[in-house]
C-alpha cells in the first residue's frame, strides 16, 4: 500500500493522539509516539534511520506503527506498506515485492521510467517491468549485491520527491533474503530523506538468528534505534474501554481484565468483545452490567496466542512453569529454585526466557535472608515486579496440575506423550 506519491512535507502538531477511522483509539503510548515523532522530524532533514518496534505480541506495535504512518501521510510523506507472514519465510523477497510492487504497477509509463532507469536489476524481482536484466553474471553472491543496490537507489529516487517511510510489518516472519536486503538499505539511509521502520515480535529473536544479527549490529553501528513497546498501565486499560464502551467501566471490570489481560491492549480488547458477544456484559439503563459467574469464556484470539508461547517452551522452562503452578506464586524464589533443581545460572536464564516471552513470573523474597551465593543484583531485577504472575495460579478443582493463565485457563497438564501442556479449558 502506497499513499500518497509526490506530496509535499507539511508541519503539523505532532503531539496529540490520533485516532485512525477503524481502528481502536491509541492509549498509554505517548512516549513511544513522541519517539516516533521526533524520528519523522529528523527524516524530514535528511537524517534516514531505522527503527525498530519490538514487544510481545498483541502488545500494539503495529497499532503504534499505524498511528506514525497516519503522522507521516500528514506530513505529506511517501509510505510503502508490507507484512511478512509465517509461511511468508520460504518465499524469497516477499514483503519486498509487497512493498514496491503496487507502487510500480500504480505509475503511467514516464513515471515509472523516471524511477526505474538505469536500474535494470530490478526486473529480477519485478518481471512486469520488462527491464533488460542480464542473467548472465557468473557470480550469484554479485548478481545480489546489484539487486540490493538497484532496490536502494530505488527508494533514494523516492525521496527525492518526499520523505519517505517503509514499513515492514512482522519483520520475525521475514525470509531471509529480505532480511539480508533490509540490512544493506538501511546501512545506505544516512543522508537520506527516508525512514525504515519495522516491528518484530520479542518472542522471537531467541530463534531468529539473522534478525537478532541485524538489529544489534544497526543499533550498535548507531543508524537505527528500538523502541520496546510496553504493557499498558491500569489507567490507560481504562482509557482504552471507556473507548470501546463509550463511558467509564466499573471497578469490577477493570479488576477483572486486569487480572487477565495484564496490559496487553490485544487481550483487553477480545475478552471485551466476548464478554459482549456472551452475554457475560451488557448495557442497561444503569450502565453496563457485568455478570461474573459468566465471564469464562476464551477469545479465540487469546487461545490462540497463548498456545503459541507454550508451544516454544524448553523442556527445563516448561518444568518451571509447572513447578510454580504446583508450588503458588507466593513461594520464596530461593525455595523454589532449589525445588527446581536447577543451578542459579540456569534457573535465572530460564526465568528470563519465560518472562521475555510474557509467561513471567515473580517468586516472592519473603522473609528469608539471602545467602553468600544467592543471585546477584542485576539478576534480582528480574524480580522487581509486584507479584501479579496473572499467568500461573493454582486452582482448586482440578484433578491435574494447574499450570497457568489465572482468569484464562483454569488448569492444565503435560502430556506425558508429547511433552506439551495441555491447559484444560
Not at 61 to 81: D, V
Not at 233 to 247: D, H, K, Y
Not at 266 to 272: A, M, P, Y
Not at 331 to 343: D, K, N
Amino acid at each position: 500500500m502506497v499513499e500518497p506519491l509526490g506530496a509535499q512535507p507539511n508541519s503539523p502538531v505532532l503531539s496529540r493522539t490520533q485516532r485512525i477511522e477503524g481502528l481502536t483509539a491509541l492509549v498509554g503510548r505517548d512516549r513511544e509516539l513522541g519517539l516516533l515523532s521526533a524520528a519523522l522530524s529528523r527524516v524530514a532533514e535528511g537524517e534516514g534511520r531505522t527503527v525498530f518496534l519490538t514487544g510481545q505480541r498483541g502488545i500494539g506495535k503495529t497499532r503504534l506503527a499505524q498511528e506514525a504512518l497516519a503522522m507521516a501521510k500528514e506530513m505529506g510523506y511517501i509510505t510503502i506498506e508490507a507484512r511478512s507472514y509465517p509461511l511468508g519465510v520460504r518465499i524469497a523477497y516477499a514483503p519486498i515485492l509487497d512493498a514496491f510492487g503496487p507502487l510500480l504497477r500504480s505509475l503511467d509509463s514516464a513515471r515509472l521510467s523516471d524511477l526505474v532507469k538505469g536500474l535494470p536489476d530490478l526486473g529480477r524481482l519485478f518481471g512486469d517491468l520488462g527491464l533488460p536484466f542480464s542473467d548472465s553474471l557468473r557470480d550469484p553472491a554479485l548478481g545480489k549485491t546489484r539487486l540490493f543496490e538497484a532496490v536502494t537507489r530505488l527508494l533514494e529516487r523516492l525521496t527525492r520527491e518526499a520523505p519517505t517511510v517503509l514499513f515492514i510489518d512482522d519483520l520475525h516472519w521475514t525470509d531471509p533474503a529480505s532480511l539480508d536486503l533490509l540490512h544493506y538499505l538501511a546501512r545506505g539511509l544516512a543522508g537520506e530523506r527516508a525512514l525504515l521502520l519495522t516491528t518484530y515480535s520479542a518472542e522471537a529473536m531467541d530463534t531468529s538468528r539473522n534478525l537478532r544479527k541485524m538489529v544489534e549490529w544497526l543499533v550498535q553501528a548507531g543508524m537505527a534505534e528500538e523502541i520496546a513497546v510496553p504493557r499498558l498501565n491500569p489507567e490507560a486499560v481504562g482509557s482504552l474501554v471507556r473507548g470501546i464502551l463509550n463511558e467509564p467501566a466499573s471497578g469490577q471490570l477493570l479488576g477483572l481484565l486486569e487480572a487477565r489481560a495484564d496490559g496487553t491492549p490485544l487481550f483487553v480488547e477480545e475478552i471485551l468483545r466476548a464478554f459482549i458477544d456472551s452475554g457475560a456484559l451488557v448495557r442497561t439503563d444503569q450502565g453496563w452490567i457485568l455478570d461474573a459467574k459468566s465471564t469464562g469464556i476464551i477469545p479465540a484470539t487469546v487461545r490462540r496466542l497463548v498456545f503459541e508461547r507454550l508451544d516454544r517452551l524448553v523442556p527445563t522452562e516448561r518444568d518451571l512453569l509447572n513447578l510454580v503452578a504446583v508450588m503458588g506464586d507466593a513461594t520464596p524464589w530461593l525455595i523454589l529454585q532449589r525445588s527446581s533443581g536447577l543451578a542459579e545460572e540456569a534457573f535465572v536464564d530460564a526465568l528470563a526466557r519465560l518472562q521475555a516471552m510474557g509467561l513471567e513470573m515473580q517468586p516472592k523474597t519473603g522473609n528469608m535472608q539471602r545467602p553468600a551465593n544467592s543471585v546477584p543484583t542485576r539478576r534480582s531485577e528480574l524480580f522487581a515486579r509486584p507479584a501479579v504472575a496473572p499467568h500461573i495460579v493454582p486452582k482448586s478443582g482440578c484433578d491435574s496440575p494447574p499450570l497457568f493463565q489465572k482468569g484464562l485457563f483454569g488448569c492444565a497438564s503435560s502430556d506425558r506423550r508429547t511433552g506439551r501442556v495441555r491447559p484444560h479449558i
